[in-house]
């Protein structure tokens, strides 16, 4: 049951290991591939001893559909924000040192790096610490989220949701990408340049309707 979706699922894993979005067995993948039912990466298990099959089936109550091992500690949360963001049909969970360092000293993460505006669609909210393993780590994190693609878990880590796994992934990627520039930054004591609104929307928009190759923009006509 779902053989190849479960194959997706395992690879973005290995992805977050291979960004340094995680270490050994933190951080999980979830995608929700029906109305039904939603893949998600077993409970402690290192991502690259990992097999597909390892991947979990579960309902949307979290009951065990196909699958032997324990899920994801955090699949109350994570199944709570597929619930409460439709749009969210892939959620990723990093432990990501940067951006998770940045949420302990700021309330937002701001959108001053067009890589941000194209990945996560705008400045980042940190949200209030909800507890790992439990409820209230999704709904913080669906509180303070809004209408962007990832938001920081105070003392804990980030959250990237998206239409599926290549968009959250992007999310959580660049989101790193945009806090490590932040960082050096601010370590120059100096005031950080700003992007206005409108260069963000416009990065936005470039990224959502005329990036990469699946979108026909260099088949259309002026």
Not at 41 to 55: E, K, L
Request: with cysteine.
């Amino acid at each position: 049951m779902y053989e190849l979706e479960r194959k997706q699922v395992l690879n973005t894993a290995l992805k977050l290991d291979q960004y340094g979005l995680i270490a050994l067995m933190g951080g999980n993948v979830s995608w929700r591939v029906s109305e039904k039912y939603v893949l998600i990466t077993p409970s402690g298990m290192v991502y690259d001893q990992m097999v597909a099959t390892d991947v979990l089936v579960i309902d949307m109550e979290g009951n065990v559909v196909e699958g032997e091992r324990k899920p994801s500690v955090d699949t109350k949360a994570l199944l709570y924000i597929m619930k409460h963001k439709p749009s969210a049909k892939a959620v990723i969970h990093t432990h990501q040192p940067y951006a998770t360092g940045l949420g302990l000293v700021m309330d937002k993460i701001p959108c001053n790096l067009s890589t941000l505006a194209n990945s996560a669609e705008g400045s980042v909210n940190v949200a209030p610490y909800g507890d790992p393993g439990s409820l209230s780590m999704g709904i913080q994190a669906v509180g303070a989220i809004g209408d962007r693609l990832s938001v920081v878990l105070k003392h804990h880590g980030v959250i990237g949701i998206g239409k599926d796994l290549q968009q959250a992934l992007v999310s959580v990627v660049y989101l790193e990408e945009a806090a490590k520039t932040i960082s050096v930054a601010l370590s120059t004591g100096k005031p950080m340049a700003e992007m206005t609104p409108k260069q963000i929307q416009t990065a936005v928009d470039v990224f959502r309707y005329h990036y990469g190759q699946s979108n026909g923009y260099m088949n259309k006509k002026d």
